[in-house]
Each structure stands twice: as C-alpha cells, then as structure tokens.
C-alpha cells in the first residue's frame, strides 16, 4: 500500500469513531481518551521510519543468525543492546536449551542420462549423507500422501523426490498442504528404504535460490539427507523424467549435530502504570534461517513490534495501565524452541498474561485483524478494526491462533489477536538466501507499526478484561 | 505479448500490403508472392511450439555450455545432431580455438567489524587469489570513471569496490555504461595496486544471484582476482560502509586456465534454389556462461534462428532463391571468438553474404527494425517492418550493427539487419544461475520466429542486392 493511499484511507476515521456501537451495560467501555490516543499513534507510525532502522541494523550488523548459532547469541546481544537504547523499562533474557545444528556443505547434479548441476539446499537439521555424496537413480512421488501410498520396492535404494507445488495465496494457505513434503517426508521415504529426499522448494518463486526450512526424522527410521531443490531445477528434473528414461543424481549435503547449547530469548518491557503485573505479549522472534539475512522472516516482526512498543512509550504521556512485553524468541525456525520454553516457564502466569499477538508472516501489510477473546471483550476488537480501517485493516471472522511461537500462550490460556498480513509474495523469500532488507517495502512496515500501536495500547489501556 | 494480441493485430495485415509504396524504377520491387509467401510463414510462426521445443531440449538435455569446455563440444554435437534431425540441406561445423578458462570456486565474506558471507561469482576469465584467499580492507568507487582518477595510496593493498548500478532500459541501454566496471576495473584496479577487485552485479534485479561475465586484464599489470556481489549484496556493503567504519572483506576464488582447445561453430543451411552460393546469414551464439542453462542467452536466439530457417524449408514449395545459413557460434561470452574466427575465415568471402542478422539479446518480442543496407534495398526493409506490423513491430530510424558476433561480417562489409528485441527483463537475468528455460513466455518466442521467417524469406527470395 502507498503512503498516497493511506492519507487517502485517514480521511475516513472520524466518521468510524462517531459510528462506534451502543454497549451493553455489563460490558466495559474503551474511552474516548483512549481511542484517540490509539488514533495519535497510528497517524504517527505512519510517518515513522522506527521499524525500517530497527530492520536495517538487524539485518546489516548481524546478518543471518541460526538458531543455536553464534550469530544467534550475536543478535541477542544486539537486542538487548537496541532496546536499552530504546529506554525500554526492563530489558532481561531468558535462557533456551537448543539443540545446535551446523550446514556446513551441499552440492548435487545430474550425472546420467544428462550431465547438470543442480541448485539445492540441505534442510534444516538434515542429517548428512555419507562423505563424497551419494549417486542413485531417483523416483519421482508427486505428493506426500503418494509416498505415504508407494510400494517400498520402488523406492528402496533410490532418492526420492518430491515435486508438489506450493499455490500462492494471500494468507499462505497454499504452505500447509505443500510443507508436509518437507516436514514428513523424510521419516516417510527412509522408512521405505530410500537413500535420501530432494524436494521441490516449499516457496512460490521461480529463481534458482532453493528453500530451506527443518525436516522431522523419526525414532526407528534412518535419518536420511533431506534437501530442497530450486524451483527451476525441479522443473528440470520433472522434463528430464519426461523423457521416460531412468535419472541418476548425485547429491553430497554435509551437516553436523552439535548437541545441547543455551541460547536466549530477549525480552524488552514498558512497565505498566496501574498493572504492572498484568502484561500484553508481543511476540516475534530473532532467529532466522542461514540462507538469507532474515529481513521478512523475521526480521520485520522484531522491527514491528519493537517499535510498536517504543512509540507507545514515547508518544504517550504516561505509562499504559497494563505492561507491555515484547518477546523476541530464540530458535524458532528449529521448532519453535524459545516459545514452547517460555510457556513452560510461565506456564503458571497464564492469568496474568492477558492477550498477546505474534508478527511473523514477512512485511506486508495487515489486512485483517481475528481474535480469541472473552465474549464480553469483542467490542473492543472491533474498536481496534474500526481504528484499524483508515488502514485497510477489516475484522476477520475466524478465531485467532495467536501465531507459531505466541500461540503456545493461546494454547494454555492466553487470549489471541492475530493481525493477518498480505502474505501474497512471501513465500517468495521465506526460507532463502534472497531474504534480504531491500524485499521490504518501508510504507509497509510502517501500516503493520501503525495497526500494532492500535492493537497494543488499547490492549494495555482499557481496564476491562480479555479471559 | 499474449497470443490474443497477436491475433487482433494481424487483422491490419490487408491494409498495410495494399498501402504499399509506390518504387522508383531503378529498383527491385518486392514481388506480391513474396510478400504473400511471408506473410503465411509469420501466421504459422504464430502457432508453432519449433522454437520451444529445441530451446527445451538443448536447456534439458546440455544446459550449462561454457565456451571451451566439454559441455561447449557437448551442445555442439546436440547442435549438429538437431539440425541433421530438422532436415537442414547442410549440417556441418567449423573449427574454432579457444582459450579454456575454469571456475573452480568462490567465496566472500565481511569479517570485520561485522561478519556476514557475501553471495558472489567470479568474472569469466578471472585470476584465481592466492590458495585460501585473502583478506583487506575494501575502498569503495562508486564508479569505473572514478576509478581512472583514484590515487593509488587509496587503492593500494585493498579490495576495490565498484558499486554502480545499472539501470533498466527496453534497449539495455544501461549495460554499456555499468559493464565497465566489469570489463575494464581490474586492469585499472591492479594498476593502483588493489588486490583484488569486486563489483555490483551488472544487472537490474534485486536477488542473491550474481553476475558474471568476462573480464580483461592487460599487459603489465597484475591479473588480480575479480569477481561479482549479487546486488543485494552490494547494498548490503553500502549501508555497512555508510557507518563510516573501515569494512574488511575475505575473498577466495579459485580458477584455472587450460591453454588452447577446438571448439566448434555449428552450422546449418537450407541451400538457395538459384544462387547457393550467396548467404543470408542468420546468427546467434551456442555457449552460455556456466551459471544458468542458458535459455535465454542465447538459448532462445538458437531456438529462434533454427526454427525460423527450419519453418522456411518446410512450408514454401520450394527452396528460397538464395541460401540460409544458420550459424550456432562458439565461446561468445569469451569474446566473440566464434564469430571473430568466422569472420577472418570467411573474409575473401564477404561478397557472398547478402545480408545477415542476429539473436543474441533474450526471448523478449522483437519491437522495431532497423538496418544498414544500400539505398536502393531500404524500400525491401520497409516491406519486412509492414509486414512484421501486426507483431507489433515498428520500423527504427537507426543503422543496425549487426549484433555482437554478425557484427563481425557487418564490420567488413556484410549488410546487416537488426530485429531489435524488448529487453527490460533481460538484464534481470543475463549471465546469473537464473537463466533458466521457465523464464521463457513461448508466447514471445513465437512473436521472434514470425518476425525472423519475414527478414529471413524476404531477404532470400527477393532478387534485388542489399549491398
Ligand atoms: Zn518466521
Ligand atoms: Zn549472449
């Protein structure tokens, strides 16, 4: 969206306050006070280039950052770093058990009928294929439920490769179905006696720049090499087989298993003035795939919500009721490591978590806004999307999930607002090298900053409650 | 171009034949039964899959044919055996020598003050670095012109940094400019003492995938090693240099030069039922750098220059009055050798080449014609851009040069034609791993081969001389 089209959009927002609904007489109001605060914030977050800095320094000063690396314990010294600069109230970690993962090398190429290097990527947490590589014939399964379907003597001792592709939509809803190649198939194709997996990458793209992303093995199977070809070698691949005749590839990914190492989640807060105990979740999270520099993914949520919560500091004049706690999480793309150990640890501080939101779906705008919450705290996210829609933002009907790594709140208790971003090009990126600052557009990042503030303060500010 | 678009222009076609212009006496008019003969060969072209289906296989079947290697004597023994397999009256190759050059491999990182790997390639040709490469300080040149007027005390023991960027034009007017970089920097870098020389890629897309492309050393000077960032890398080094602090990167690549080895220029004709001996030329070059497959350099001006001979000999009753040689040049991207051999081969043989042209420049629809022919011959040239009108083809006002390897005949007094192509995408592409057969619309490539079978036929049957 252009910064054109949201002036345009503005114009539109004191007839939506004025429209605001009649309440039932049990249900508590947000105030006047606090909807115009909300709306001060989000004009200003328009004009805001917070969010593109905080993406900037992230991506130029520390770069890639694995879960369980070096780089990763780097860009939590970088967070904790920004946001004591930001003047955030608290700034604390918190540790994570990861268990640490190394790519070291990956190569593959045709070598009969044809002779062509092939452009792939190991997946993450891929086991290694004996040194020198592996050369077989490969047999080509469609689809995970194929394989789940195929007869074991075609597919012992050959490499499997998986040729579904992901359908570009708006939400992302074409991942879910494609993934489960990535995730699944590996334990599948080595319980039946293959050597190892390619797949064609889980992305939407057509540049020669493959998706990485982790690969679940299974206890009682053999941890095969698992790696995802390029979107145009697998075009290749799938004309090559075309041609009816047996195809051989040699494939050599070399990976290393570290054991246990102790990263950290990075937690920045804005104390809150009346509640201080009482806090709102604003999850994304600081680890990134090594390919790329993780701008979009996730890059952009940490910009987003680190903002978020600075501009609300800043441009209010005192302290919102409730605290606001932005967490960024370690070792996501692992497993959602640094989530699923935060809810362990707070498992018993549920109640006092009292909404929380995750942005973790690129740079594109917001679009829509869902949420899991007490009957009697629906109106208040309707007063969020009406504050909302001078920025293209409609309410959603479906219940929030609350994100990846957020969501493992959700699941113990914790009300969820799901902010749903345009999610159309961002399986061009997710998982590669090309994820890089320059993907992101900055009007963008700055109409997700403006629809956070809106979410956030009014989340910390009306005294109601979401449970 | 879609096919619907096609197919609505071509309903101009009667106007434009009958709004013909009235000749001189003195020259040869084209006949009605030429133009007519043109005319249904461009309809055809419209709906044939020729062009597809060898750029399909010669992308499939070979891919990467980097000139001087085995894959190069590979794609030319596809060549022969396709053009045999078409029905070419003569199929056979000239010998050509070329000085092998190896890419072994390559690597680059930021070291200090932050560490980052960068995504580079090595220029063709390139130095390798000394083994295990070399770490310095990078000065950043913004341009090949600054360059010239560095002070060496600024460049000495450093890795240059050429950052210029270039820009988009349908023309690729922005090549010239950027590729100097490229070309001519580490001869100038080496002369001031650099130790090695990296450059933004020359080209116009935002990927992790960069550019190669021959570099030239000179006599005296050190080759040093030479290579290309992909362009978000290079906006990467920008903003880390814009902090002001001195940047030190690590550079390994290793090449390897083989000395002399025979490749060969690959060529086919259909022979000319009056006057054999007299050609019209029809070029395009067989090699591809190493990085992609080639499709669209110059896979497609292969696929496009055979079908459009091949569809000639198949639909016309008999064969046209003069030859059509179509020659597959060797090792192009090394520095026209192919064509430069072919020229002092065939250089006592000028007078026999009527005319000539060239694809070398993607598979983007060809907009405009224009051409370097004798006064009396423009009118013929005329005829052709009529009837390519309904292609969407426009008749240019500037003299053709031939093309980079024809030109090499056009040079010594060959007349040429130049079938101008829309190249706005193709810098995005041009010499990166992402020259793949899927960036290929077959659409366009039909829209190529409609407006080659009008130059081709019209330039073989028309009695008159271009000369
Ligand atoms: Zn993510
Ligand atoms: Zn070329």
Redesign the interface.
């Known amino acids: 969206m252009t910064k054109h089209m949201f002036l345009k959009a503005a114009t539109g927002v004191a007839f939506l306050l004025s429209a605001s609904t009649a309440l039932k007489a049990d249900v508590v109001p947000v105030s006047d006070d606090t909807r115009e605060t909300a709306a001060m914030l989000r004009d200003k977050a328009l004009k805001s280039d917070a969010a593109y800095e905080i993406l ?1 320094s992230l ?6 950052r694995l879960g369980g690396s070096e ?1 990763e314990a780097e860009a939590a010294r970088w967070a904790v770093a920004k946001l004591k600069a930001l003047g955030f109230d608290k700034v604390y970690t918190e540790p994570v058990t990861v268990s640490k993962w190394e790519r070291i090398s990956e190569s593959a190429s045709v070598v009969a009928p ?4 092939l ?1 792939i990527t190991a997946l993450g947490k891929s086991a290694a294929t004996p040194e020198g590589g592996i050369t077989a014939e490969i047999v080509h399964i469609p689809t995970y439920e194929a394989l789940l379907e195929a007869d074991p003597a075609d597919i012992e001792g050959k490499i499997v490769f998986i040729s579904n592709r992901m359908e570009r939509f708006k939400t992302g809803a074409g991942y879910g179905p494609a993934v489960q190649a990535r995730g699944k198939g590996a334990a599948e194709a080595a319980r039946k006696g293959a050597k190892a997996i390619i797949i064609r990458s889980i992305g939407t793209d ?4 493959p998706h990485t992303g982790g690969v679940n093995y299974e206890e009682g199977t053999p941890p095969i090499a698992a790696a995802a070809l390029s ?2 070698d697998a ?2 691949l799938e ?2 087989l075309d ?1 009816g005749k047996p195809i051989s590839i040699h494939v050599d990914v070399q990976t290393k298993f570290h054991g246990d190492v102790t990263m950290h989640n990075v937690i920045g807060e804005i104390t809150g003035r009346e509640k201080p105990e009482e806090v709102i979740l604003m999850g994304s999270h600081l680890d990134s795939w090594d390919l ?2 993780g701008a979009i993914d996730d890059g952009a949520g940490v910009a987003i919500t680190v903002a978020a919560a600075d501009m609300i500091q800043d441009l209010t004049k005192e302290r919102p009721r409730r605290t606001l706690r932005v967490v960024l999480f370690a070792s996501e793309e692992l497993g959602l490591i640094g989530a699923k150990q935060y809810a362990e640890a707070h498992k018993d501080d549920v109640a006092n978590h009292v909404i929380g939101a995750e942005s973790d779906f690129g740079a594109g705008p917001v679009w829509a806004l869902a949420s899991k919450v007490s009957t009697g705290s629906v109106h208040v996210v309707d007063t969020m999307a009406q504050l909302m829609q001078p920025l293209g933002v409609v309410r959603h009907g479906r219940e929030a999930g609350g994100g990846p790594d957020v969501g493992q709140m959700v699941k113990i208790g914790m009300p969820g607002i799901d902010l749903m971003q345009d999610g159309t090009d961002y399986f061009d990126l997710h998982h ?3 994820d ?4 992101v557009d900055p009007e963008a990042l700055k109409q997700n900053v403006a629809a956070w503030v809106v979410f956030a303060y009014i989340a910390a500010e009306w005294p109601g409650d979401f449970r």
Chains 1, 2 share one sequence.
């Open positions: 900037e991506t130029t000063e520390v770069g890639p780089k044809y002779t062509q290097p452009s057509s540049h020669r720049l979107n145009p075009d290749l004309r090559m041609r790329g520099t590669t090298a090309d890089t600052l320059d993907k």
